[in-house]
C-alpha cells in the first residue's frame, strides 16, 4: 500500500497562486508515477500533472494548465509539489495527489489517490 496526503489548498483571488504538496509514505517502490489530478462540480477528474519519480523526472502537463503550473518532487521527503500560477476560477476544484506505477504509457497494477484538497479560485 501506498498512503498519499495533500496540503496546501485554499481560497486564492484569480491571477494569484499557490502551492500543493503530496507526501508519499508505505511501499514507495511500488510507483514510478506521482501526479495531481483535479475534479470540478459536475466534471469528470482529469489530468493536471505529472511527473517520474526517476527517469530525469520527466513532467507532462494537461493542456489547460501547461505553462501555469509546475510539478516537481523531493525523492528524499517522497513528496511531490504543484506550483500553480496565474490561477483562473476555472482552476477551482478538489485537487488529488495520485501514485501509479507505468510501463511506458501503460498503467499497471494499483493506482494510488490522496483524500483531495479544496482549491478555490474567485473572481
Known amino acids: 500500500q501506498v498512503q498519499l496526503v495533500e496540503s496546501g489548498g485554499g481560497l486564492v483571488q484569480a491571477g494569484g497562486s499557490l502551492r500543493l504538496s503530496c507526501a508519499a509514505s508505505?511501499?514507495?517502490?511500488?510507483?514510478?508515477?506521482l501526479g495531481w489530478y483535479r475534479q470540478a462540480p459536475g466534471k469528470q477528474r482529469e489530468l493536471v500533472a505529472t511527473?517520474?519519480?526517476?527517469?530525469?523526472?520527466?513532467?507532462a502537463y494537461g493542456d489547460s494548465v501547461k505553462g501555469r503550473f509546475t510539478i516537481s518532487r523531493d525523492n528524499a521527503l517522497n513528496t511531490v509539489y504543484l506550483q500553480m500560477d496565474s490561477l483562473k476560477p476555472e482552476d477551482t476544484g478538489v485537487y488529488y495527489c495520485?501514485?501509479?506505477?507505468?510501463?511506458?504509457?501503460?498503467?499497471?497494477?494499483?493506482?494510488?489517490w490522496g483524500q483531495g484538497t479544496q482549491v478555490t479560485v474567485s473572481s
Open positions: 508505505g511501499n514507495i517502490f511500488r510507483v514510478n508515477t
Open positions: 511527473i517520474a519519480i526517476s527517469n530525469g523526472g520527466s513532467t
Open positions: 495520485n501514485a501509479k506505477q507505468k510501463s511506458g504509457t501503460i498503467v499497471v497494477g494499483t493506482v494510488y
